[in-house]
C-alpha cells in the first residue's frame, strides 16, 4: 500500500536524523555526542528525535531487520520450509541489503564504536536476548517443540556473533567496491559453514 504524504514526510524525517546521528557517532563515538548535537545537526527539535527514536542507543542500533528479521522470516514462511534453511536465506539477504546500501563498508567502525562504549555493548546484549525471544516465539507459532525450538533460536543468535567475528577478520580497514565484494564472498562461504553445522546438530 502506497504510503500518504504525511507518512512519507515522517519517514523521511526519521531517515535523516538516523544517517545524521550515524555519521556523528562513528565520527565521535557514541558517548561523546548528545541527542541535543543530533537534533541541531539534523534540524530538528530534541523532541521530534525522541518521537522517533525512543532512547539515545536507538538511533544507534536503527536496524530492524537484524533482530526482527529473522521472526518475521519464520512466519512469512511456507509451512513445511525447514527453519533452518530460512533463516540462513534470511541472514544472506540481510547481509547482500547492507553491502547494497554501503553499511559493509563501515562496518568495522561500527563495531568498535559499541566495543568504545558500555551503554551500546548493554544494548547489543538486550537486542540479541530480545532476539532470541521474538524468534522463540515465532517458531513455537510453527511447531510444538518448544524446547528445540528454543535451541535453535539460541544457536542463530549464536551463528550471528560467530558470523559477524568472521566478517570484521575479512573486511579490510579501507576497502573498496572491488574488496567488499571479495569479503562479501568469503563471509557467504561461512554462513554456508556455520548453518551447515547447525543441520548436522538439530537432524
Known sequence: ??????????????????DVA??????RGFDAVTVAEVARAADVAVQTVFNHFPAKE???????????????A?????????PVDVLEAQ??????DRLAVGHLATWKQFVRTIDDSPALKARRRLNA???????TEALDERS??????????????????VLEERLMAVLPDDASSVELDQAQAALEQAIAQV?????????
Open 1 to 18: 500500500m502506497e504510503l500518504g504524504r504525511r507518512e512519507r514526510k515522517k519517514q523521511q524525517t526519521r531517515q535523516a536524523i538516523s
Open 22 to 27: 550515524t555519521t556523528l557517532f562513528l565520527e
Open 58 to 72: 536507538d538511533l544507534f542500533f536503527d536496524e530492524p531487520g537484524w533482530w526482527a528479521g529473522p521472526a518475521r
Open 74 to 82: 519464520i512466519r512469512e514462511a511456507p509451512p513445511r520450509a525447514d
Open 91 to 96: 541472514y544472506i539477504a540481510e547481509t547482500r
Open 129 to 135: 536476548d530480545q532476539l532470541e525471544v521474538t524468534l
Open 144 to 161: 510444538p517443540d518448544h524446547l528445540r525450538n528454543r535451541l535453535i533460536a539460541a544457536l542463530y543468535a549464536a551463528a550471528q556473533k
Open 195 to 203: 548453518f551447515a553445522v547447525l543441520r548436522r546438530g538439530l537432524a
